[in-house]
């Protein structure tokens, strides 16, 4: 009877936590519709403020774009533009940093960011915004908060963006710690030779790359499997296995990724995406239908999974 009553009330709370859920789904989804238009503008003044309060942060050079009203006003200008001219304006911040330093490096930058931009434009356009989020979840150590995210909700040339974005983050990060050496009697051809060493002998780079566009894969094929909760299964497996391919990369490449930054950004990424994924679709596991019909020339057998709703008179 204990066993039972426990059982009772396990399921309970659980109707409850999801009731919960979808009453706040709802209620977001309903002011979203409401203000719409004040939402999108809000989401990417935000998205531009954080980028260039990180590329501030990470290029601290004395200038005018180092003032934080310069910073807010770029952001509310870019509330007003579209995803692809915000990464523009991003790339354009960072190398105007970096013209307070040597306009060479910034040159090196602008070209090297802007052919990459142009690949994920032409094959991955709906995920062009990966190259401002994903280098700044790099920079926060969750890659994951926007990774799984690709897998759960785009197709897997969405990858491709995935791999642009981190090179954009490694070659940003390289060529800000080569400005701290440069000086004006620095060499041009030693600098710039310095520079593509550093890029092509970095082992962080090319593990990040393939973890990363691999976990977007794995997410993306298991979340299509004939099996119940396979979005969150999809999330659980893709953060424990980061956490596994990021530490034997230390172990095999000779990476030097921080395993406290592994374990717990993994973890907080993980989460961050359960949450979205969550808001973005509820499932109704319980609910599950098996459908056949046929045509002339096949039959069909589809696995029907409903999305769960709340009902206020409940």
Same mark, same amino acid.
């Given at each position: 009877?204990?066993?039972?009553?426990?059982?009772?009330?396990?399921?309970?709370?659980?109707?409850?936590?999801?009731?919960?859920?979808?009453? @706040?789904?709802?209620?977001?989804?309903?002011?979203?519709?409401?203000?719409?238009?004040?939402?999108?503008?809000?989401?990417? @003044?935000?998205?531009?403020?954080?980028?260039?309060?990180?590329?501030?942060?990470?290029?601290p050079y004395k200038g005018i774009f180092c003032n934080v009203?310069?910073?807010?006003?770029?952001?509310?200008?870019?509330?007003?533009?579209?995803?692809?001219?915000?990464?523009?304006? =991003? $790339?354009?911040?960072?190398?105007?940093? /970096?013209?307070?330093?040597?306009?060479?490096?910034?040159?090196?930058?602008?070209? #090297?960011?802007?052919?990459?931009?142009?690949?994920?434009?032409?094959? #991955?356009?709906?995920?062009?915004?990966?190259?401002?989020? $994903?280098?700044? +979840?790099? +920079?926060?150590?969750?890659?994951?908060?926007?990774?799984?995210?690709?897998?759960?909700?785009? #197709?897997?040339? +969405?990858? /491709?963006?995935? +791999?642009?974005?981190?090179?954009?983050?490694?070659?940003?990060?390289?060529?800000?710690?080569?400005?701290?050496?440069?000086?004006?009697?620095?060499?041009? @051809?030693?600098?710039?030779?310095?520079?593509?060493?550093?890029?092509?002998?970095?082992?962080?780079?090319?593990?990040?790359?393939?973890?990363?566009?691999?976990? =977007?894969?794995?997410?993306?094929?298991?979340?299509?499997?004939? @099996?119940? $909760?396979?979005?969150? $299964?999809?999330?659980?497996?893709?953060?424990?296995?980061?956490?596994?391919?990021?530490?034997?990369?230390?172990?095999?490449?000779?990476?030097?990724?921080?395993?406290?930054?592994?374990?717990?950004?993994?973890? #907080?990424?993980? /989460?961050?995406?359960?949450?979205?994924?969550?808001?973005?679709?509820?499932?109704?596991?319980?609910?599950?239908?098996?459908?056949?019909?046929?045509?002339?020339?096949?039959?069909?057998?589809?696995?029907?999974?409903?999305?769960?709703?709340?009902?206020?008179?409940?």
């Amino acid at each position: 009877m204990e066993r039972k009553d426990k059982k009772v009330k396990d399921s309970m709370s659980v109707e409850v936590y999801t009731n919960w859920m979808l009453q @706040m789904k709802e209620k977001l989804y309903e002011r979203y519709i409401k203000y719409e238009p004040l939402a999108k503008y809000l989401r990417k @003044m935000l998205m531009a403020f954080l980028t260039f309060q990180c590329i501030g942060i990470a290029y601290p050079y004395k200038g005018i774009f180092c003032n934080v009203f310069v910073i807010f006003g770029l952001a509310l200008l870019a509330g007003f533009l579209f995803d692809e001219l915000i990464v523009i304006l =991003s $790339l354009l911040f960072a190398c105007a940093q /970096l013209y307070f330093l040597t306009p060479i490096l910034a040159g090196i930058v602008f070209a #090297s960011c802007i052919l990459i931009y142009m690949m994920m434009l032409r094959y #991955s356009p709906k995920t062009i915004w990966v190259a401002i989020m $994903l280098p700044v +979840a790099l +920079a926060l150590h969750i890659p994951l908060a926007v990774v799984i995210p690709i897998g759960l909700f785009f #197709s897997p040339m +969405a990858s /491709l963006s995935v +791999a642009g974005a981190t090179v954009i983050y490694y070659v940003l990060d390289i060529v800000r710690k080569c400005a701290f050496t440069y000086t004006d009697k620095t060499d041009i @051809m030693v600098l710039g030779e310095t520079l593509v060493k550093q890029i092509v002998e970095n082992p962080q780079m090319y593990v990040s790359v393939v973890v990363l566009c691999g976990l =977007s894969l794995f997410v993306y094929f298991i979340r299509f499997h004939q @099996m119940a $909760l396979s979005f969150e $299964l999809s999330i659980g497996m893709a953060t424990v296995l980061a956490i596994i391919l990021f530490l034997l990369g230390n172990v095999f490449c000779r990476c030097n990724f921080s395993v406290q930054a592994c374990v717990l950004g993994s973890f #907080s990424g993980g /989460l961050i995406a359960l949450i979205i994924q969550m808001y973005c679709r509820i499932l109704d596991y319980g609910a599950v239908e098996q459908l056949r019909f046929e045509d002339e020339d096949y039959y069909y057998y589809v696995k029907a999974v409903p999305k769960l709703k709340h009902n206020a008179d409940k």
